[in-house]
């Protein structure tokens, strides 16, 4: 590396530290752009995220520093195809995935200075000298970190570019570190989302080999209901459905065989040996292309009602606002009924708004008189 002082190396050092410090994409790439700009000196800067779509590689969309998101969003629409930096990088992916070089490196300066994406797009932001810092975290590109001085500036020295080529690995780990927790949290939000949006409490997901690899804490507490043997909870419940309901799940199926049964859902109701208890039970099929398949199953075990079964029809409820109403008539309030069900206290408040319009009241009070009453 060419010339590199004590003070670049402590820059290198604390560009990497901080941008590792960092847990969610958008806060990587405000990081980035911040700290790249204040260490290399820069005016502007931009984090543009590859898409592979389509073909060849393009970029569709990512954060500006000191240059309006507008601007950026006009380049992506208009101007990236003409953009040689990008281009230049598009062309060199296998080659050098970590590649950091310059305007005067990518085109001519007179050709550069005569094309109209300098002319149109580049000149009135004032950029005239651009480094374009390629991002690789791991699993393929991640896209460019493009840092920009204006006309007035001097151009990017061999030594800074030094500096951004040994900076250019700690970002990109920064980004497959953020990537991978934005991941995480998109995955906690689905499950989250399929769970509160099913009639039962439980909730669990298992794979082909019927082992589990997400259970709620619904679940847990429902299987430590069920009849044991040396089996453990999970095998306890899958064995105490019919034969058919899980159709094909038995690994020497072959993957149509074993996704007919359940693709577009089944329910069944189960009475529990040895107990009192009926376990009502909801199964789909998760299918993924070229992938093994998982099994999502809802299930609850029935609550006590206080009020006749009849009264459920006229009144029109759900499953899930009978186990509301049931419980407010036995006085437990929005937080204790949140706890018992395993669902928000905002969902519950969104239960008792149905349960009113459909008894014609407008309190628990009234709920529960009306349901006496009737």
């Known amino acids: 590396m060419r010339d590199l002082r004590a003070q670049d190396l402590q820059d290198i050092l604390m560009v990497s530290q901080q941008v590792l410090e960092c847990q969610r994409l958008e806060d990587v790439q405000q990081s980035a752009m911040r700290l790249m700009q204040s260490t290399i000196g820069a005016e502007s800067s931009v984090c543009l995220r590859l898409s592979a779509r389509g073909g060849r590689p393009s970029f569709n969309g ?17 101007y990236q195809q003409t953009d040689p930096f990008v281009n230049r990088y598009i062309d060199q992916l296998e080659e050098l995935p970590y ?97 509160h949006q099913a009639p039962y409490r439980g909730f669990l997901i298992l794979d082909h080999m019927y082992e589990p690899i997400y259970v709620n804490n619904a679940a847990l ?43 577009s859902g089944q329910y069944v109701e189960v009475k529990l040996s040895g107990t009192n208890q009926n376990l009502s039970v909801y199964g789909r099929v998760l299918t993924r292309e070229n992938a093994p398949h998982h099994y999502m199953i809802w299930f609850d075990t029935e609550l006590q009602s206080t009020v006749p ?8 409820f759900t499953r899930r606002e009978e186990d509301v109403v049931c419980l407010v008539v036995t006085g437990l309030t929005n937080a204790e009924i949140a706890d018992k069900l395993f669902i928000s206290i905002h969902t519950v408040q969104n239960h008792l708004r149905a349960i009113y319009l459909k008894t014609n009241v407008h309190n628990r009070t009234s709920l529960v008189y009306r349901i006496a009453r009737d």
Not at 238 to 259: E, M, Q, T, W
Not at 309 to 316: A, D, I, L, N, Y
């Open 62 to 78: 990512g954060m500006a520093h000191d240059i309006s998101q507008n601007e950026l969003l006009r380049w992506c629409d208009r």
């Open 99 to 195: 590649n950091v070089f310059t305007s005067d490196e990518v085109i001519d300066h007179q050709e550069y200075i005569a094309s109209e994406f300098y002319n149109d797009f580049l000149q009135p932001l004032r950029v005239h000298h651009v480094m374009t810092v390629g991002l690789n975290p791991g699993q393929g590109p991640f896209g460019i970190l493009g840092l920009h001085r204006s006309k007035n500036e001097p151009a990017f020295t061999p030594r800074e570019i030094s500096k951004a080529q040994m900076i250019a690995p700690y970002l990109s780990a920064a980004f497959q570190k953020a990537i991978a927790f934005d991941r995480i949290l998109e995955r906690e939000r689905i499950i989250e989302a399929l769970t």
């Open 221 to 263: 507490v429902l299987m430590q209901t069920l009849p044991q043997d040396q089996r453990g909870a999970t095998a306890d419940l899958i064995n105490s459905l019919p034969d058919d309901f899980l159709r094909g799940a038995n690994p020497s199926y072959d993957v149509d065989k074993s996704c007919s049964s359940l693709s």
């Open 309 to 316: 079964p009849m009264r459920w029809e006229s009144f029109g």
